[in-house]
């Protein structure tokens, strides 16, 4: 399980970043949400970031993600792992006990 702890922004220094031990220069949303507007051309990249906002502004990693696939085109599939199982437990957080999972 990967640590996260909160350090102020590389940037502004005025917020504060929830990151792990791999963050070497962490950001903020504030500051990282220039970088994250622009078209992405390919279809399952998309989808694939089509997530809430919330998840880019409480999670650096997913921010990163994005901005990558912004200026590069797209992902590894390394990268595209990773990215699906941080939303999917931060959905999984956010949706409480209320909800019995569909089996089939
Ligand atoms: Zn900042």
Known sequence: MAVTYKQ????CKKNYVLITWRTNFPLCYDCQKKEMVGEIKDAAM????N?????????SFLRSIKINCLRF??????????FKKTVKKMKESNKGNDETPVKD
């Open 8 to 11: 102020k922004c590389g940037r």
């Open 46 to 49: 998309k989808k694939l970031l």
């Open 51 to 59: 997530i809430p906002e919330e998840f880019y502004k409480e999670n």
């Open 73 to 82: 085109g797209k992902l590894s599939e390394k990268q595209v792992e990773a």
